[in-house]
């Protein structure tokens, strides 16, 4: 298996602009989250899902951000409209029997 | 709400050295699952051990172990002989099946030469 897949890789948008964050979880493992990485904050949980149904998006920061998981296969995070703060490096994750294993992230930059 | 404390911000040893990462958390559930993740420079972070709060057996893979003392609420990380690349910041985390996903601050550890 690959591993968790995250694109792009690197993001540099300006103020006001839409972004997506993709990611491919490892076949078979049936929970998936969104984290974000910052110098100030740290690692923090911003939503997961089981089975492809959000449980729990209470660190999700703002209407702003949105996910969603149409198939076991595949998840996106949006952020509409970006603002430079958004700025961090934001992971996906998926969880199989015994372990989580991260994607290499998305370092996401906000002009 | 839990918490995951990992009070070493900073840790330098010279190689071949021991060294012991601290991590304690709080909670009131009695059923969890406890991780370390190590995040080396180019940024992943890369998947170390799973404990479940059922299992307090010490782990050993290779030069790593790990102590878990439910009575303490801790679950610390030893690294013996330690090379340059384990050089990272460790991450200790903990999750109550499903409700919660806290990780700890991190702790940097640097191992010279």
């Known amino acids: 298996d690959a591993g968790v897949i995250q694109s792009p890789r690197h993001e540099v948008t300006e103020m006001g602009q839409e972004v997506t964050l993709r990611c491919k979880p490892i076949s078979g493992h049936d929970y998936l989250f969104w984290y974000r990485q910052t110098m100030m904050r740290g690692l923090e949980l911003l939503i997961y899902f089981n089975n492809n149904v959000p449980i729990d998006d209470s660190g999700m920061p703002e209407d702003r951000f949105s996910a969603k998981m149409p198939n076991a296969s595949f998840s996106t995070l949006k952020i509409q409209p970006s603002e430079p703060r958004d700025s961090a490096v934001y992971f996906c994750?998926?969880?199989?029997?015994?372990?989580?294993?991260f994607g290499p992230g998305t370092r996401l930059t906000v002009l | 709400a839990q918490k995951v404390t990992q009070a070493q911000t900073e840790i330098s040893v010279v190689e071949k050295e021991d060294v012991t990462l601290d991590c304690v958390y709080e909670t009131r559930d009695t059923t969890y699952y406890l991780f370390w993740y190590k995040q080396p420079p180019s940024g992943e972070l890369v998947f170390l051990i799973r404990?479940?709060?059922?299992?307090?057996q010490n782990e050993i893979s290779g030069r790593y172990s790990w102590n878990f003392q439910k009575s303490t609420s801790s679950f610390n990380f030893t690294i013996t002989a330690s090379q340059v690349v384990d050089s990272a910041v460790y991450f200790c985390a903990f999750d109550n099946y499903g409700q919660n996903f806290v990780f700890g601050p991190g702790t940097r550890l640097s191992v010279l030469p």
């Open positions: 404990r479940n709060s059922f299992d307090e």
């Open positions: 994750a998926s969880r199989g029997r015994n372990e989580q294993f």
